[in-house]
């Protein structure tokens, strides 16, 4: 049984899209921390 | 390739950046360290990480030279299930997330994962804890510092030696300056670059070649690679479940951040880390099944990733490729220096050679550590020794033996001490049997499932019942 096409593209784009998200999570994150002095 | 040389970079070019890098990072290192006023502050960062760093270490750190080097190695051997297996190693992460919680309750005032063994467990259980704590973290410290070699070769022609020595040099001035705090700080700006230049290159990938004729060139010259029922693809992804569990749970590098962080952030700061780490290893991994359409036959395969990407994007992919797989080296390298480090000093020169030390002579002695620690794993670069699948493989072993002691541990009072002990000591000898006799693929399997069994039969046996108030050891500091 082999991956088809459509499920090949569907996993590598979705997992580029969630990577892609995940700067904005931190940043977002480190700039609450740092408004609330919570950095450290 | 875009240098008359063959490589994709100028060996002058690859200096400049690791030296730019190098003296960015140590400057850094230095000022972050001016904040650490006793051992506590150098070791776990004063105990105060918020959720941000926090989420950013665990993610960074586990971004290693397996993700950015080995995954897409292993998904050029095992195709599909190469990426997926390696994604699931995410697991590992998410599931210490409760246990870093535990641990942070259990232990107020705990420093090391070895604190743990020794209180929970006694002696003999700590013994055969250390030595596969020492295995582990030379294991991975090795292939680190070999896989910085190794990239500088693949991108810039650059001897392997000059690349590894620089590395290491790097990693243990930072470390050495400003301790966790450093490493940590260092981990956020690493996780933000390794993210984009992974999302960078991929986006570079299927815009030049597209996920169409990557797939109809693997499904018609190479069509194991797409194989859902690959026997030993699917073998490696469970094993590779079982040795990313052994890694984290573990490993003092997970448990000095699970001490480091404040209150309530160890749960929270896990999850995310594993979440966020999840996809990464499937970016990072596709990269390689494009290298047979682009005419890459690499000399050896960790060198697939790298390769792949200078030539779809030249001089500016191979930089890239560069910045990336080093932060990623480097995020990784650094916090295991500071962990063993912990280890070495906390562990067997505080709490065996001098239980009366002071503050002061322990934050000297860990930054001797540091110090000894990184000439060691520079003596054991030089010769390249292995493959870093085959290395790191091989550690899977060790570390799988331990998950189970180290659960039942933290959340069962009945598993004595020679129950623990002895499922780590023979579930690391059958996982290497296993290693020798069938395969890499199944080390952690077998060394793990050994150590179930004999952890089951202990609670079945055992009326051992722990109290959980003597793992809160109270620390006295003479000075």
Avoid at chain 2, 406 to 421: E, H, T
Wanted: charge should be neutral; aromatic fraction near 12%; glycine fraction near 10%.
């Amino acid at each position: 049984m082999t991956m088809g096409l459509t499920a090949f593209s569907t996993l590598v784009l979705v997992c580029l899209v969630l990577t892609a998200c995940a700067p904005v999570i931190l940043i977002g994150l480190w700039l609450k921390d740092f408004i609330s002095k919570q950095i450290w | 390739m875009t240098e008359a040389s063959g490589f994709a970079l100028s060996s002058t070019l690859g200096l400049t950046l690791v030296v730019l890098f190098g003296l960015a990072w140590v400057l850094f290192g230095w000022y972050l360290g001016r904040a650490n006023k006793t051992h506590e502050d150098f070791a776990l960062a004063g105990r105060n990480v918020g959720f941000a760093l926090a989420s950013a270490t665990a993610m960074a750190t586990w971004v290693t030279s397996n993700t950015t080097l080995v995954a897409p190695q292993l998904t050029y051997q095992f195709g599909v299930w190469g990426m997926v297996g390696y994604s699931f190693a995410a697991l590992g992460l998410i599931l210490f997330a409760p246990l870093a919680a535990r641990i942070k309750r259990l232990m107020p005032n705990g420093y090391t994962s070895g604190d743990f063994v020794r209180l929970r467990y006694g002696q003999s259980a700590w013994w055969a804890f250390i030595l596969i704590s020492v295995v582990y973290a030379f294991g991975w410290l090795i292939s680190l510092g070999m896989a910085g070699g190794i990239l500088l070769e693949a991108l810039s022609g650059l001897d392997y030696h000059i690349g590894m020595t620089a590395i290491l040099i790097i990693c243990v001035g930072y470390t050495l300056f400003g301790g966790l705090r450093a490493v940590i700080a260092t981990d956020f700006i690493q996780a933000l670059i390794i993210i984009l230049g992974v999302v960078l290159i991929a986006w570079f990938l299927i815009d030049t070649v597209s996920l169409e004729t990557i797939h109809s060139e693997v499904q018609d010259n190479h069509p194991q690679l797409l194989d859902l029922l690959f026997p030993a693809a699917i073998m490696f992804l469970f094993n590779n479940i079982f040795f990313g569990l052994g890694e984290i749970f573990h490993s003092n590098v997970w448990w000095s951040r699970a001490l480091a962080f404040k209150g309530s952030v160890a749960f929270k700061a896990y999850l995310l880390g594993g979440v966020l780490w999840l996809p990464i290893p499937i970016v990072t991994g596709f990269i390689a099944l494009a290298a047979p359409q682009l005419g890459i036959f690499p000399p050896s395969a960790d060198m697939v990733g790298p390769m792949v990407a200078a030539e779809v994007l030249g001089k500016i992919g191979a930089v890239v490729v560069f910045i990336v797989v080093f932060s990623a080296l480097a995020s990784s390298l650094d916090s295991l220096l500071a962990a063993t480090s912990d280890l070495v000093t906390r562990d067997i020169y505080h709490k065996k050679l001098k239980p009366d030390a002071g503050d002061k002579h322990l934050l000297r002695f860990n930054r001797y550590s540091i110090l000894g620690l990184g000439i060691l794993t520079w003596l054991f670069c030089l010769p390249k020794i292995a493959t870093l699948g085959a290395l790191l493989n091989f550690a899977g072993a060790f570390v799988a033996s331990t998950i189970f002691p180290i659960v039942l541990g933290l959340y069962n009072r009945r598993l004595s001490g020679r129950y623990a002990a002895l499922a780590m000591t023979l579930g690391t000898l059958s996982g290497l049997a296993g290693y020798f006799v069938v395969g890499f693929y199944v080390a952690a399997l077998v060394s793990c499932s050994v150590s179930a069994l004999i952890c089951g039969l202990g609670l079945l046996l055992s009326k051992h019942k722990f109290d959980w108030q003597q793992l809160n050891e109270q620390e006295e500091h003479s000075a």
